[in-house]
Nanobody, 116 residues
Framework: QVQLVESGGGLVQPGGSLRLSCAASGIIFGIYTMGWYRQAPGKQRELVATITSGGGKNYAESVKGRVTISRDNAKSTVYLQMDSLKPEDTAVYYC??????????WGQGTQVTVSS
């Protein structure tokens, strides 16, 4: 059974930082492209960042320079370090595991709220 369990969300003031974690089980973690997506109220889910099995990274333009994605294959965990947070970063953040256009899994999401 595949499980992706996110943690680290919460309430933070504008300009603050958060580090999200996603622990995976039930998959061969090292071969998957891992990603973070987010969905704000009334909006579609959008890409935040992805990291391939080889360590290649891709970021949405809206978060470039403020967000860093990383992975620890030994721990089957992917991280999202978010700095200089803005109110428009408020959303539910979802972890995704993707392989070979066939295997695609999602976590349950973690709420990030940026507000003073």
């Amino acid at each position: 059974q595949v499980q992706l369990v996110e943690s680290g969300g919460g309430l933070v003031q504008p300009g603050g930082s958060l580090r999200l974690s996603c622990a995976a089980s039930g998959i061969i973690f090292g071969i998957y492209t891992m990603g973070w997506y987010r969905q704000a109220p009334g909006k579609q889910r959008e890409l935040v960042a992805t990291i391939t099995s080889g360590g290649g990274k891709n970021y949405a333009e809206s978060v470039k320079g403020r967000v860093t994605i990383s992975r620890d294959n030994a721990k089957s965990t992917v991280y999202l370090q978010m700095d200089s947070l803005k109110p428009e970063d408020t959303a539910v953040y979802y972890c995704n595991a993707h392989y070979n256009h066939e295997y695609d899994y999602w976590g349950q999401g973690t709420q990030v709220t940026v507000s003073s």
